[in-house]
Every structure is written in C-alpha cells, then in structure tokens.
C-alpha cells in the first residue's frame, strides 16, 4: 500500500509527535492501550437507522487499522491524507484490527 508521504516509522515518531511511544500501526497487540500515527487513507459513512457509525482507514509504512467511531457522521479535521496520532485499544473485527471510539490529534 502506498502512501502520499514516505518516512520511516522512527522519523514519523519524531516529526509528528512529540510523544515517543508512538507504535507502527504492523507492531500493534491486540487489547493493549496503542499510541498510533499515520495518515487517512479512506473515510466512509455507515448508514443505520439508529445510530450513524464514521470508518476512517488509517495507515503508515508498516501497516494499516481501522478506526470507528459511533454515534458520529463526521470528525472535525479528520479528511483525506490527513495525518492524525490516535489512542486507543485495537480489536480483532471482521474487517481485521479496530480501534473504536478513539481519542485523536491532528498533525
């Protein structure tokens, strides 16, 4: 999977975040708290009924995860090629490793 910027996940780290226990997204364990940066690489609605569900696809060199927030249609500041530093704990889903409902900062 290619991405629009290439730098290697220790130059990531440390240009976009000032936090350096950021994770590459191919190293991350399943159920354990994950510091991840990356940048969007797609966004979708999930239509419902009852409770609207935003999927953002979020990747780096190493890999890529899913992040799902429910109950949202949007994220403010969260747009294509977007690079974001998001907290959470990722679980294994249909559609491969989720982190749901994460906290986020834009970069």
């Given amino acids: 999977?290619?991405?629009?910027?290439?730098?290697?996940g220790t130059e990531t780290a440390r240009a976009?975040?000032?936090?350096?226990?950021?994770t590459p997204i191919g190293s991350i364990v399943e159920r354990r708290q994950v510091t991840i940066t990356g940048q969007v690489l797609g966004i979708r609605i999930r239509?419902?009924?009852?409770l609207p569900t935003l999927v953002v696809r979020l990747g780096d060199d190493t890999g890529s995860v899913?992040?799902?927030?429910?109950?949202?249609?949007?994220?403010?500041?969260?747009?294509?090629?977007?690079?974001?530093?998001?907290?959470?704990?990722?679980?294994r889903s249909p559609d491969g490793v989720c982190i749901y409902?994460?906290?986020?900062?834009?970069l």
């Fill in 1 to 8: 999977m290619r991405l629009l910027r290439r730098r290697s």
């Fill in 66 to 91: 899913t992040l799902v927030w429910t109950g949202r249609r949007a994220v403010g500041g969260v747009t294509l090629g977007r690079r974001l530093s998001v907290d959470g704990t990722p679980v």
């Fill in 47 to 50: 239509p419902s009924d009852e």
């Fill in 101 to 106: 409902n994460p906290t986020y900062r834009l």
């Fill in 16 to 22: 976009d975040t000032d936090d350096a226990t950021t």
